[in-house]
């Protein structure tokens, strides 16, 4: 039996944000009240998910990994210090199973990015979490896009993936990188850049992997 799951959380968008996260939605136990003591009540606050440890290294800030409020403060005060705001793209869908993939999500209904980005005049990139894949944050993005007929001009084909989008005068970068969930570990280990820093460091990982490749977007 299939039923609405709906994003638990609104856009966090810090005043004078210059870069918004953008995912698809929560796992629906994060809209079901049903998450775990280490998980976060918070966007990607999935105690499986690694974007907050990569930030935590990248911005050599402290977190909590626990269901208390005092680790999405810890969060908040982050993303506010580093103007960084996370504004998803999926308000709502329909699922047939109680599972977390982007390709099981049916009926979506997407959030107004546009009108969004129109009310935050200084945001000038949006760092998409995935790639191009079905139902993935960029896909749905272009979807967007398309329906509002904004003009998106591809800038860089190689991972990771650079568009940018015209709204009216402005010009926004859109970077597709590598999904922080653990399901693209596979992926990462097939990579060829991996496979070699693989080979020359033994202990190097898919984290440290998507770290350097976050590092120069989160903090340009």
Not at 34 to 57: A, M, N
Not at 96 to 112: P, V, Y
Not at 182 to 196: D, E, F, V
Not at 203 to 216: A, I, K, V
Request: proline content about 6%.
């Amino acid at each position: 039996m299939s039923f609405r799951h709906k994003h638990p959380y609104p856009p966090f968008i810090p005043e004078n944000c210059k870069k918004l996260i953008v995912g698809t939605i929560p796992p629906p136990r994060f809209s079901t009240g049903e998450i775990d003591d280490s998980d976060v009540d918070f966007c990607y606050g999935s105690r499986f998910g690694l974007l907050w440890p990569i930030l935590g290294q990248i911005f050599d800030f402290r977190l909590d990994y626990e269901n208390t409020s005092r680790a999405i403060e810890q969060r908040k005060q982050l993303l506010v210090k580093n103007r960084i705001g996370i504004c998803d793209m999926v308000e709502s869908c329909t699922r047939e199973r109680m599972e977390a993939s982007d390709l099981g999500m049916k009926d979506i209904r997407l959030r107004n990015l546009k009108g969004i980005l129109e009310k935050h005049h200084e945001v000038e990139m949006l760092l998409f979490m995935g790639g191009n894949s079905k139902n993935g944050p960029e896909y749905l993005f272009k979807r967007h896009t398309t329906e509002n007929e904004l003009k998106v001009i591809l800038k860089r084909c190689e991972s990771p993936r650079i568009n940018e989008l015209h709204l009216s005068n402005r010009k926004i970068s859109c970077i597709s990188l590598i999904s922080p969930s653990s399901a693209a570990n596979r992926a990462i280990g097939g990579h060829p850049l991996y496979k070699a820093r693989r080979k020359a460091e033994k202990n190097y990982t898919t984290l440290d992997f998507r770290r350097e490749q976050y590092q120069p977007f989160f903090v340009n």
